[in-house]
């Protein structure tokens, strides 16, 4: 079988379901869309907006407003198959001329959220708009700006409708994201999540990788992990499997199914999920343990003090902060309980196992030895 017959392409078609796009790919084509009526008078529509994959999808705009130093214009958002809460809602984009060397300044509009603890990605005070958004908007910003001769110094206010409303039925309540949703996204592309559909694909993946001869594959939590790995150890897009929160479904399978080598890639608090007993990683069906990362941390040398601060901290992220700055390898501790979490799942069958934890960014944050 060639390469081309499996890896994280052929598994996400293998799942039979359509994918939509992200709050972030719907903020970036409501901010071109806007950008160039400003500069032109006239929105385009549809939207192209080129993904950070390469892909190139279109949006037809729902809102189209133009009105003296502004424009705004609103894209409503469709996430496909997948049951996400933000499927439907109507994602606008509010840009105004600022200074030459103002840059771009970010805003948080009616239903998109502040950030008001540490741990995130975005400093305090910051709106909830993430970091791969951002750097797309900026992107196409640049490119608006070249094309007619304009600086690119812009303020863009971002807004959801009903988006306070909406985001009582997501997590940011409680990490401290008051007001509305955050701007979310990696790849601009929301994958479907079906647990039978998922669990399939990840089955074929490894059936695919095993008749292809690769005797170690990775599973990964998504597209950042995917890059981490194929950095560290060189592997071809076929010994990939797209574990997303189903690592009991790639732990089970290699069970009955072995292969040579597992490496177990994801975000730090995802995996510390797995590191406390975990098999699948969802938000809806998993918490972040900081007891459980106290206590690890406490192993590692922290003292009562710090242990009490992690015990108490905003998100995993914010614990292995703490950590760092500590010097206390909480990311290290994670993954080798990871593993050993791994291997008991295992039961003796014969894959070695390692595990890499990763931030945002994709840097390497904690590793496990080979086991």
Not at 77 to 95: N, W
Not at 218 to 224: D, F, K, L, M, R
Not at 225 to 245: H, N, Q, R
Not at 344 to 365: E, H, M, N, Y
Request: with cysteine; charged share 20%.
């Amino acid at each position: 079988m060639s390469e081309a017959g499996g890896g994280r392409s052929a598994q996400l078609k293998h799942t039979g379901l359509r994918p939509g796009w992200t709050t972030g790919a719907c903020a970036t084509a409501a901010t071109t869309a806007a950008y160039t009526a400003l500069l032109t008078g006239d929105f385009p529509d549809p939207v192209n907006v080129v993904l950070p994959k390469g892909q190139s999808p279109a949006f037809a705009l729902a809102v189209e407003e133009l009105a003296g130093d502004r424009a705004t214009a609103g894209v409503v958002k469709d996430a496909g198959d997948d049951p996400d809460v933000t499927h439907g809602a109507l994602v606008r984009a509010t840009v105004r001329r600022l200074p030459p060397g103002s840059g771009v300044v970010f805003r948080a509009g009616p239903g998109v959220g502040t950030v008001t603890r540490p741990g995130l990605p975005l400093d305090v005070g910051e709106p909830a708009i993430n970091p791969m958004p951002r750097q797309m908007m900026r992107d196409h910003i640049a490119r608006v700006a070249a094309d007619h001769g304009d600086t690119g110094d812009i303020e863009v206010t971002v807004s959801v409708d009903h988006g306070e409303e909406i985001a009582r039925s997501t997590w940011n309540p409680r990490l401290g994201i008051l007001g509305g949703l955050s701007i979310l996204g990696t790849t601009g592309i929301v994958v479907p999540y079906s647990c039978s559909a998922w669990i399939d694909s990840i089955r074929r993946g490894v059936d695919v990788a095993r008749a292809a001869g690769h005797k170690h594959v990775a599973g990964c939590t998504g597209s950042t992990s995917e890059k981490t790995v194929v950095a560290e150890y060189g592997l071809p897009e076929i010994a990939l499997l797209d574990m997303g929160d189903f690592a009991g479904a790639v732990l089970k399978y290699v069970r009955r199914h072995p292969v040579d080598r597992l490496t177990i890639c994801g975000g730090f608090a995802k995996l510390s999920k797995l590191a406390a007993g975990h098999l699948d990683l969802h938000s809806a069906r998993s918490q972040v343990d900081k007891g459980f990362l106290a206590e690890l941390a406490r192993q590692g040398g922290a003292d009562a003090s710090l242990t009490a601060e992690v015990a108490d901290a905003n998100t995993g992220l914010a614990a292995l902060q703490l950590c760092a700055a500590a010097g206390v390898p909480l990311g290290d501790l994670v993954a080798v309980a990871a593993r050993d979490q791994a291997l008991s799942v295992l039961r003796g069958a014969p894959v070695a196992v390692d595990v890499i934890c990763i931030d945002r960014a994709g840097t390497v944050v904690g590793r496990s030895d080979v086991r």
